[in-house]
């Protein structure tokens, strides 16, 4: 138990310095102010978009209820976000290396994306504007979505990835059966 809990520090720790750390960059829309220790020590109000996004993919990789719940916004279905096998120590390494690599973008306006199933989705107004961001990097198949509340927060809506995950668990689900 002990170890589990230091792993999960450790972790947060060497996420926080990889994706926050404004020497390393990743394209984020400002450099932090100062280097926190763990993702937990974050101002709230300093998430961008693209961190936002980066939160949200390391706490679904890492099962992290605690860091979904502070990003994410809730609906339907968040338990299906942490679902699946636990992850050894090393595939914990690659995910946060997988994760510090990805180059976030924000879609722009009248931007036409390939989902899957070949459908084709432009990026209007009510998708992209001042309080809503659509945001990929290569090879991600639907973008995530990032809304801005009154408060000025900005949020995942988990809404596709949760769909996707429903999905993906039902098709496993029916390739298994005789």
């Known amino acids: 138990m002990i170890l589990r809990n230091w792993l999960r520090v450790f972790v947060a720790t060497v996420f ?26 974050l101002k709230r109000i300093d998430v961008t978009p693209e961190m936002a996004v980066r939160i949200f993919m390391l706490a679904v990789a890492l099962k992290d209820e605690e860091q979904l719940k502070w990003i994410a ?11 699946g ?6 595939s914990r390494e690659n995910i ?22 070949g459908g084709e989705v432009t990026m209007d107004s009510e998708r992209v504007n001042e309080n809503r961001v659509q945001i990929t990097f290569p090879g991600n198949p639907i973008p995530f979505d990032v809304l801005r509340g009154k ?24 390739s298994s059966k005789p």
């Open 151 to 174: 408060s000025g927060l900005w949020w995942i809506n988990p809404e596709h990835v949760i769909v996707g995950r429903r999905a993906a668990i039902a098709a496993r689900k029916e």
């Open 16 to 41: 926080a310095v990889v994706c926050f750390n404004p020497t390393i960059g990743f394209g984020q829309d400002e450099p932090m102010k100062e280097l926190p220790k763990s993702s937990k020590q």
């Open 96 to 117: 946060v290396s997988q994760i510090k690599s990805y180059k976030l973008r924000r879609l722009e306006l009248n931007e036409k994306v390939v989902v899957p199933g």
């Open 73 to 83: 916004l809730p609906m339907d279905g968040f338990d299906v976000l942490l679902q």
């Open 85 to 90: 096998k636990e992850l050894s120590t090393e």
